[in-house]
């Protein structure tokens, strides 16, 4: 079975531009999480969606959204970028919410300019 | 907040001794507790996980200890090899899908 893949894997940006990443998780999980890692402030929880609805949100501006569709594939989108919005940004995908293991994909790294 | 600390941030072993490390969470609703091993250039690849309803497991080399009443989890590893050289991460959860990570511990392990 395929793991969870993440597109692009490596993007540069400039301050200002905004940002769309893509996450298809394993065949057959319905819900997938998205966290930011930093060095400085580690793993954070971005969001997480489970049947096309937002299930819970960490504490982030709103520059930062997602969204999931039908075939339980997610993106998120960061708008109006920013010099400390450089990170690698993870996926993880499990069967139903809350009560499952979650896997991670390799990863997303954004370099904003 | 909810919050976990890691213990140590850096740890380094002789192959073949062991290697222990350990986590404190803050929020008690917390039931689900895993760890991640991360290489470099890579995502968290989970490596064990344990849930509040039991107090250890053990997967070869590597073994989880769960204390709730004091809460704190610690992962040991046996036998370390030169492979197991990575960072480790622990995590907590309670019912959702919102991993609390800790900050981290690079461990390595010298020939």
């Known amino acids: 079975k395929a793991g969870v893949t993440q597109t692009p894997r490596y993007l540069i940006k400039t301050r200002g531009q905004q940002v769309t990443l893509s996450c298809s998780p394993i065949s057959g999980h319905r819900s997938v999480s998205w966290y930011q890692q930093t060095p400085g402030q580690g793993l954070q929880f971005l969001f997480e969606?489970?049947?096309?609805?937002?299930?819970n949100k960490g504490n982030f501006p709103g520059r930062f959204s997602g969204r999931q569709f039908s075939n339980s594939r997610s993106e998120m989108n960061v708008s109006t970028l920013e010099l400390g919005d450089s990170a690698l940004y993870l996926c993880?995908?499990?069967?139903?919410?809350?009560?499952?293991?979650?896997?991670f994909g390799p990863g997303t790294r954004l370099t904003v300019l | 907040g909810e919050n976990v600390e890691q213990h140590p941030s850096t740890l380094s072993v002789q192959e073949g001794d062991s290697a222990v490390i350990k986590c404190t969470y803050s929020?008690?609703?917390?039931?689900?507790f895993p760890w991640y091993k991360q290489e470099l250039g890579k995502g968290p690849q989970l490596i064990i996980d344990?849930?509040?309803?039991?107090g250890e497991k053990k997967d070869q080399r590597i073994a989880v200890t769960l204390n709730k009443t004091a809460k704190h989890f610690s992962l040991h590893i046996t036998e370390t090899q030169p492979e197991d050289s990575a960072v480790y991460f622990c995590a907590a959860s309670s019912n959702t899908d919102k991993l609390i990570f800790g900050t981290g511990t690079r461990l390595q392990v010298f020939p």
């Open positions: 993880a995908s499990s069967p139903s919410p809350g009560t499952d293991t979650q896997y």
């Open positions: 929020d008690s609703a917390s039931n689900y």
């Open positions: 969606y489970f049947s096309e609805t937002q299930r």
């Open positions: 344990i849930r509040s309803n039991v």
